[in-house]
């Protein structure tokens, strides 16, 4: 069991990159959210978000004692926090159904909210466990959410 979960946690294996692989595993969700993201209706996406989270807390302890607290090749968390950062925001420019503006704006603004840890951020890291790897980068996702929100808003699609 604890070999899936580090296989799931690494993103099956991705987090092992040697430079930025959070950064790798978020645009790697940025890629499959651009082939899933138009073909799916609110509701089935929003499970989908809910699911990513719920896999990434289940998967993340595990592999912490296998890898150690918070490891550089955990990477689940980000493909969670990118699924939030998108989640419900509507498309952002041009009304094209493959949302690559919107997304490489997610990407962008979830990196950014994820390095700076900007208040609540920080802190959630402290939490034990799963908790303080996970949630941290679904407020990331919550604060790149909602700036997409008001961006979606300021130039909303044509």
Same mark, same amino acid.
């Given at each position: 069991?604890?070999?899936?979960?580090?296989?799931?946690?690494?993103?099956?294996?991705?987090?092992?990159? *040697?430079?930025?692989?959070?950064?790798?595993? %978020?645009? !790697?969700? =940025?890629?499959? @959210?651009?082939?899933? /993201?138009? &073909?799916?209706?609110?509701?089935?996406?929003?499970?989908?978000?809910?699911?990513?989270?719920?896999?990434?807390?289940?998967?993340?302890?595990?592999?912490?004692?296998?890898?150690?607290?918070?490891?550089?090749?955990?990477?689940?968390?980000?493909?969670?926090?990118?699924?939030?950062?998108?989640?419900?925001? *509507?498309?952002?420019?041009?009304?094209?159904? %493959?949302? !690559?503006? =919107?997304?490489? @704006?997610?990407?962008? /603004?979830? &990196?950014?909210?994820?390095?700076?840890?900007?208040?609540?951020?920080?802190?959630?890291?402290?939490?034990?466990?799963?908790?303080?790897?996970?949630?941290?980068?679904?407020?990331?996702?919550?604060?790149?959410?909602?700036?997409?929100?008001?961006?979606?808003?300021?130039?909303?699609?044509?």
């Amino acid at each position: 069991m604890r070999g899936l979960a580090v296989l799931l946690a690494t993103g099956l294996g991705l987090g092992y990159l *040697p430079i930025a692989p959070a950064t790798w595993a %978020s645009g !790697a969700t =940025t890629v499959l @959210l651009l082939a899933i /993201l138009p &073909r799916l209706a609110f509701p089935a996406f929003v499970a989908l978000t809910l699911g990513a989270i719920g896999l990434a807390l289940l998967v993340c302890g595990p592999a912490e004692k296998s890898l150690g607290h918070d490891a550089h090749p955990i990477v689940m968390d980000e493909v969670a926090g990118m699924f939030v950062a998108v989640c419900g925001v *509507p498309a952002i420019g041009h009304a094209h159904p %493959s949302h !690559a503006i =919107t997304l490489g @704006l997610a990407f962008t /603004l979830f &990196r950014v909210f994820d390095i700076w840890k900007p208040f609540p951020v920080g802190q959630a890291q402290r939490l034990p466990g799963t908790f303080g790897v996970v949630i941290d980068d679904v407020l990331a996702g919550v604060y790149a959410n909602l700036a997409l929100q008001i961006l979606a808003r300021a130039w909303p699609a044509t």
